[in-house]
């Protein structure tokens, strides 16, 4: 199992960012992905996830500002990223979420979110 996250980088708040997670080693479309954050001396939270089917569910924190979204055919999961704030600043991981392959991490993206 691999997961390769993209598209991190230093956004001015408001602003957008769009993050992907390229997984290989696996089924893909029968598993459920999620989106997971780290900021500096706090614990990894649930940002968002998708099931296989599509079905989603955001962390209050980021509800009606990001969206999740997978692409089976690229075996892709995306996080549509807007209005962010510097509260968002942290490493984000993107996660397997079973229910065939669960607990896979990728190696994380930094976003910074600054003026």
């Known amino acids: 199992v691999q997961l390769v996250e993209s598209g991190g980088g230093l956004v001015q708040p408001g602003g957008s960012l769009r993050l992907s997670c390229a997984a290989s080693?696996?089924?893909?479309?029968?598993?459920?992905m999620g989106w997971f954050r780290q900021a500096p001396g706090k614990q990894r939270e649930l940002v968002a996830r998708?099931?296989?089917?599509?079905?989603?569910r955001y962390g209050d924190s980021v509800k009606g500002r990001f969206t999740i979204s997978r692409d089976n055919a690229k075996t892709t999961v995306y996080l549509e990223m807007n209005s962010l704030k510097a509260e968002d600043t942290a490493v984000y991981y993107c996660?397997?979420?079973?229910?065939?392959?669960?607990?896979?991490w990728g190696q994380g993206t930094q976003v910074t979110v600054s003026s």
């Open positions: 998708i099931s296989s089917g599509g079905i989603t």
């Open positions: 996660s397997t979420l079973g229910p065939y392959v669960y607990d896979y």
């Open positions: 080693g696996f089924t893909f479309n029968i598993n459920a």
